[in-house]
């Protein structure tokens, strides 16, 4: 009996073959997550070695002087916000309800298919034509000027997809048996997505906003034709100013200002980082706290 | 001038004065042909269901037991591919041409063969009807859940955590959440499809007990695939099979009378389905 049971649990060459495969591709599973987080740990290390000096009470809350040479970097931090925050106001709201729409009324015909296609695709569509569209139709045939609401009009435009996507994405997530039995009680599809289908996705839908924040606060080529400029001393006080932004302000004095410290674009592209990951924890925060009120 | 809708909630409630020697009918069907795509699931049904009887359905797989159910409570008009053809009345009007159909499906519950504990507290999940209807009071809603509760025999199990979410909730009691849920629509007609599947014997019978307490105040449709269930409890029972209605007749007759049809003979003998 015993011996029996010996063999029964003796490693066979077999186990043994798929102990070594299973541990190999552990390992390479392991190996690119590694490469995925190096870059990002190698940004921020050089980021904060080389630019960490350049940060002060001073750089955040005055605006450059000399030629960019000195001072801070206060107008393109408090442009960067209004144009981001602008665009959140534009295409949050028109994402999420035309994702509802897409999702829970429109039947899946020939049509939606259509829609769907082209919201993929305007995805995929490159920034910079983005800005063309932007200064054609914002800037010259609305007659908004360059100003941040042109600006932020072509950001919305551009992340707006993204944002119906992981709408639609997280809305369909939500079984459909939900909404059945919420049907079956005589609720209208409106009270059906109101109580049942909305607070039960709406984690998944911040988690499109908060991509999105990111991709706005960081793009260049849509606001640099449409409402970001070199230099401004004014601080931003409607949306319909000129402004100037951290990430074209990142590309100006890294390139554009002979004899400028080392340390000043660094340390721009620091506060650039250091604003979206302050903006992210926030609606992660945000996040944490509906998931802990609502769960299933 | 009173509008279609607020006609049809007056019809839907039933015509009191109406009243007669004959049992009331709850729902009329006729010719009923329920088809998705070119494949039919339901043929030419006819069938009549009494106010206040606990009407059985049996029937193997694939006999058209939920689209039956589907087609009463109108929930064709989410699922493109279903088509229904033919008459239901229920309370007399006809449920296929009525504007309103979230007024009919208010007056309808409805139990799963799976529990589906909507992803909310136990308190919510009961209270959510009455919130569609637009009672706002917690004090009225208080009553309702509890008085919902206790007739689905579950206030006992759930009163000192009605405030957790129904999805922790064991199987059982997550399925009698669902007839709370189904009862706090203070429903004309309950229908249940197989609520037994997912259920111990135990909570079964418990369950069968609520629901011959019910039928004095509400009609219920029964699907079942236990025909000793249909037994137990209907009063009248339709046996269907591969989308035809082979017989309709008192329950005990279909078990020791005699059947039109051998094949039902068959069926609750337990020689096929």
Redesign the interface.
């Known amino acids: 009996m015993t011996t029996a049971n010996a063999a029964l649990f003796q490693a066979s060459s077999l186990n043994h073959r798929n102990a070594r495969v299973q541990s190999l591709y552990r390992m390479l599973f392991g190996l690119m997550t590694l490469m995925l987080i190096a870059p990002v740990l190698i940004i921020l290390g050089t980021l904060i070695h080389k630019g960490g000096g350049a940060i002060s009470w001073e750089f955040l809350f005055t605006a450059p002087t000399d030629g960019m040479r000195t001072g801070g970097v206060l107008p393109a931090l408090l442009g960067t916000v209004w144009l981001v925050m602008v665009a959140l106001l534009l295409s949050v709201p028109i994402g999420i309800f035309a994702a509802i729409y897409l999702s829970e009324y429109a039947?899946?015909n020939w049509f939606t298919r259509v829609i769907n296609l082209a919201i993929i695709n305007l995805a995929g569509v490159p920034s910079i034509v983005h800005a063309l569209f932007g200064l054609g139709a914002f800037v010259i045939f609305f007659k908004f000027g360059t100003s941040i609401l042109a600006a932020s009009m072509t950001l919305a435009v551009m992340t707006m997809p993204v944002v119906i996507v992981a709408t639609r994405e997280s809305l369909q997530s939500v079984p459909l048996?939900?909404r059945?039995?919420?049907?079956?009680?005589?609720?209208?599809r409106w009270?059906t997505i109101r109580?049942?289908v909305l607070?039960?996705s709406i984690t998944g839908i911040l988690t499109g906003v908060i991509l999105e924040v990111s991709r706005t606060a960081g793009e260049t080529a849509p606001i640099m034709f449409t409402g970001a400029v070199f230099f401004t001393p004014f601080l931003p006080q409607s949306v319909f100013d000129q402004t100037m932004a951290l990430s074209l302000h990142l590309f100006v004095a890294a390139t554009q200002v002979p004899g400028i410290a080392e340390e000043v674009p660094f340390g721009v592209a620091l506060v650039l980082i250091g604003l979206v990951l302050l903006m992210n924890s926030a609606s992660i925060a945000f996040r944490m706290w509906l998931r802990g009120k609502?769960?299933? | 001038m009173v509008s279609q809708s607020a006609l049809e909630r007056v019809e839907l409630a039933g015509q009191d004065g109406a009243a007669s020697a004959a049992p009331r009918i709850k729902l009329a069907v006729k010719d009923l042909t329920i088809s998705y795509g070119k494949a039919a699931a339901l043929k030419d049904v006819n069938l009549e269901i009494r106010e206040h009887e606990i009407f059985g359905i049996i029937g193997p797989a694939n006999a058209g037991k939920t689209s039956f159910l589907k087609a009463v409570?109108r929930?064709d008009v989410?699922n493109?591919g279903m088509h229904v053809a033919g008459e239901i009345r229920f309370n007399g009007l006809d449920t296929r041409h009525l504007k309103n159909v979230?007024?009919?499906?208010?007056?309808?519950?409805?139990v799963?063969p799976?529990p589906?504990g909507?992803?909310?507290t136990v308190y919510e999940n009961v209270a959510?009807?009455p919130?569609?209807r637009g009672i706002k009071n917690k004090a009225e809603l208080d009553v309702i859940v509890q008085r919902c509760l206790t007739r689905a025999a579950l206030w006992d199990e759930v009163k000192d955590r009605l405030h957790a979410?129904g999805?922790l909730l064991s199987g059982g009691q997550q399925q009698r959440l669902?007839i709370a849920?189904a009862l706090s629509?203070e429903p004309d007609l309950l229908m249940l499809d197989e609520f037994s599947i997912a259920v111990d014997p135990v909570t079964t019978m418990r369950i069968e007990d609520v629901l011959k307490e019910l039928r004095r105040e509400v009609t219920i449709i029964l699907v079942t695939n236990l025909v000793q269930q249909a037994r137990r409890l209907a009063d009248r029972t339709a046996f269907f099979l591969n989308g035809e209605c082979v017989e309709v007749g008192v329950t005990e007759d279909l078990f020791t009378g005699e059947v039109k049809d051998r094949r039902t003979r068959d069926y609750v003998e337990g020689r096929f389905g």
Request: hydrophobic share 45%.
């Open positions: 039947g899946d048996a939900f059945e039995a919420c049907w079956n009680m005589g609720a209208t009270q109580k049942v607070p039960n609502k769960k299933w | 409570n929930m989410f493109t979230y007024a009919l499906r208010s007056r309808i519950g409805v799963f799976l589906v909507l992803p909310m959510l009807s919130r569609l979410l999805s669902t849920r629509q």
